[in-house]
């Protein structure tokens, strides 16, 4: 069986604060973060130039500050988790929301979009790997990008990737959204 995912890096305009803050998200709540509305709304504080209606923008903002997502009308988190609550604890699910300078990296692992051997994004996704992995000093492994696609290298590092944020955020876990 072969890996998938759905990835995306797209640029926001709406401020960033300074901040390490590694939220940790139900999967139902990190659904929506994939969807195009949210991403538009998360990304733009130009109301007028989403196509969104006034009711509609607001609703969805709102959710995103009652997740711990955004502040002050600023992007306020360095990283989304997906997590899957079990009868008597919390899975990691292979996803992440990363905010880094004026764009958003999305990936997730559980979607059935891209395969990596056929993926159109794939300088991308290495892309995003490498900015992740150098803003947050993590070590997934090396990428060699001659077999990588072959291998289904990408889909191996993003998984070491989101184990690595949260070992390196548990210490400082602030926030873990159930609702």
């Not at 007028?48 to 995103?64: A, C």
């Not at 072959?150 to 159930?178: C, E, H, Y």
Request: hydrophobic residues 35%; glycine residues 6%.
């Amino acid at each position: 069986m072969s890996t998938m995912c759905d990835y995306r890096i797209f640029s926001t305009d709406r401020p960033v604060k300074k901040i390490e803050k590694v939220v940790m998200l139900s999967r139902e709540n990190f659904n929506k973060l994939g969807t195009e509305n949210y991403q538009k709304v998360l990304s733009s504080d130009r109301r007028e130039t989403l196509g969104l209606s006034k009711s509609y923008y607001y609703y969805i903002l709102e959710d995103l500050k009652r997740m711990g997502l955004v502040e002050d009308n600023a992007i306020s988190f360095k990283a989304v988790i997906p997590f899957i609550p079990r009868e008597s604890s919390l899975d990691l699910d292979n996803g992440v929301l990363y905010s880094s300078k004026n764009h958003l990296i999305f990936i997730d692992m559980g979607s059935s979009k891209y395969e990596c051997k056929t993926c159109p994004v794939f300088a991308e996704c290495i892309y995003g790997i490498r900015r992740i992995v150098s803003e947050m000093k993590i070590r997934p492994g090396p990428i060699d990008e001659e077999t990588a696609r072959d291998l289904r290298i990408p889909s191996t590092l993003w998984n070491k990737l989101v184990k690595g944020i949260f070992g390196k955020s548990v210490v400082r876990l602030d926030a873990i959204m159930l609702g």
